[in-house]
């Protein structure tokens, strides 16, 4: 098998594997939604069904709830860019914000998974409990202008994951805005 075959395989096994299958439907990892029906808009973040290959689409602006359950330094976003014309043309932005505060712009993602680190203020790692989550995408694209799906409304990229953690080494910042 060659290294870009083995490559494509092991990035749609982890896209498929960050979302978690509750009820019927399945929300990106760390996401905390109400129940919704298989295929709803919640928050900005379209849920999927069972064993569904495009869970979670996100549009332009999402927010949505996350649980903190322990310290932590840092947010983690796990996202999938599609190989869509859109995507390949322009590049891919996000702003995060935490309880409506800014945390900061990450770019500039082509097509392909990305962990993006957004660093959080100093009275918020403390705190334990559910947080609300915003992100703003820079990109988006309408599935039926590019012959991609039936859907007329926009979509910006997959949300696969969220998570609150201590992941910055503390010496250099390989995500910081361009």
Known sequence: MSALRTFGL??????LAGCAQAHYRT??????????????????????????????????????QVRKDAPATDL??????PKYATFVREQQGIDAEVEGRRLGS???????LHTLLFRLPADVRE???????GLRARKAFVPSREHVG??????AYVLVSVSF????????DRTATR
């Not at 092991?10 to 896209?15: E, P, R, T, W």
């Not at 990450?106 to 392909?112: H, K, S, T």
């Not at 039936?150 to 979509?155: D, K, L, S, Y």
Request: hydrophobic share 45%; proline share 12%.
């Open 27 to 64: 929300v990106p990892d760390g996401v905390v939604l109400p129940t919704a029906p298989a295929f709803a808009d919640v928050g900005g973040i379209r849920t999927g069904g069972p064993v569904d290959p495009t869970c979670c689409w996100a549009g332009p602006d999402a927010s949505f």
């Open 127 to 133: 705190r334990d409990g559910i947080l609300r989550v």
């Open 165 to 172: 953690g201590s992941y910055w080494l503390g010496r250099f």
């Open 76 to 81: 983690a976003v796990q996202i999938y860019i």
């Open 106 to 112: 990450r770019c500039c993602f082509g097509p392909g």
């Open 10 to 15: 092991l990035a749609a096994a982890l896209l």
């Open 150 to 155: 039936p859907e007329a409304v926009p979509f």
